[in-house]
């Protein structure tokens, strides 16, 4: 991950006069994949809506204007609720997550004046807040060992721009994308908690001043 972000912040320092900030706010639809301290896996998990935001730097990298690079902040919340018929009773996570992402998109085709993206990202992404209800207890999930691991999100994706002005243009995307835990805590205990998610938001991409950039 260090190794990405290097590279791309040399890539972006390169092609400074290229610069464009971008913003992107939408929803999450997540799926927690949950294994107890048992390593027994809980079924009966639904999906919960959360809000995402990603706000950071993006640039092209090739002489066609097909590649972008992007690095910036994510904000993210996950959630999942579910019941156990056997056990009678009820569970709900809701945890967000701060993180950085470095992205690649790639240009596949554009028609009119509408451009079509392949995305592709990456985010190592940390819990500052996260409650676990059972039943009618709250438990504060932050400082505990199990739960308070750091994530490695990979996502894919697809854009659409727009642009609306010479400087800006607003855009649509959707991603998919799965964690891999960066922690374990415990090496004894077999508790773990990925996730998937999929985000569907809209944005803005603003040229910074001086910048003749492709849109």
């Not at 464009?20 to 809506?49: M, R």
């Not at 066609?64 to 994510?74: E, P, R, Y």
Request: with cysteine.
């Amino acid at each position: 991950m260090k190794r990405i972000v290097f590279f791309i912040c040399m890539a972006l320092a390169c092609n400074s006069y290229s610069q464009q900030l971008y913003l992107e706010l939408g929803k999450t639809s997540s799926a927690f994949d949950y294994k107890n301290s048992q390593g027994n896996e809980l079924e009966n998990l639904q999906s919960k809506s959360n809000t995402y935001l990603k706000i950071g730097y993006r640039d092209v990298i090739n002489n066609d204007d097909t590649f972008f690079v992007s690095l910036g902040a994510i904000y993210s919340g996950y959630g999942a609720i579910g019941s156990d018929r056997t056990l009678d009773n009820f569970f709900e996570w809701d945890v967000t997550y701060l993180g950085v992402e470095a992205g690649l998109d790639y240009r596949l085709f554009r028609v009119r004046d509408f451009s079509f993206f392949l995305k592709g990202s990456v985010s190592a992404e940390f819990l500052i807040q996260g409650n676990q209800t059972i039943n009618n207890q709250v438990f504060n999930l932050v400082g505990e060992e199990e739960f308070n691991n750091n994530i490695f999100f990979l996502r894919g994706g697809l854009m659409m721009t727009y642009p609306i002005t010479r400087n800006t243009s607003i855009t649509a995307n959707y991603t998919i994308g799965k964690t891999a835990l960066l922690d374990k805590g415990n090496a004894t205990d077999k508790e773990t908690l990925k996730l998937s998610a999929h985000q569907f938001g809209f944005g803005i991409i603003i040229n910074l001043p001086n910048c003749n950039c492709p849109f």
